[in-house]
């Protein structure tokens, strides 16, 4: 059994900063992928940023130059620092990692997100 939690989120006025972590717990073996996606309201769930095992970070163009990834492969972690934020970053986020565990190998995981609220 495979577990992700994330923390962080809340509310935070634009230009602001919030810093989002997820921990993976369980049978693990091996971390593949970390990521994050977000939802907001009436849209389909999109990447935001994402980090291989290789460590080398990718960001979907609405958060260049204001998102940050990061993993921590002693502790299964990964983590979103979000600066500079504006109002349509609101949205749910929620942490994905692609997992060899020692019962299967490249399985996908889901946290059950947090809220983001950017606004005055």
């Known amino acids: 059994q495979v577990q992700l939690v994330e923390s962080g989120g809340g509310l935070v006025q634009p230009g602001g900063s919030v810093r989002l972590s997820c921990v993976a717990s369980?049978?693990?073996?091996?971390?593949?992928?970390m990521g994050w996606y977000r939802q907001a309201p009436g849209k389909q769930r999109e990447l935001v940023a994402f980090?291989?095992?290789?460590?080398?970070?990718n960001y979907a163009d609405s958060v260049k130059g204001r998102f940050t990834i990061s993993r921590d492969n002693a502790k299964n972690t990964v983590t979103l620092q979000m600066n500079n934020l504006k109002p349509e970053d609101t949205a749910v986020y929620y942490c994905?990692?692609?997992?060899?565990?020692?019962?299967?190998?490249?399985?996908?995981?889901w946290g059950q997100g947090t809220q983001v609220t950017v606004s005055s």
């Open positions: 369980g049978s693990i073996f091996s971390i593949n992928a």
């Open positions: 980090i291989p095992s290789s460590g080398s970070t």
């Open positions: 994905n990692a692609n997992i060899n565990s020692w019962l299967a190998s490249g399985s996908e995981y």
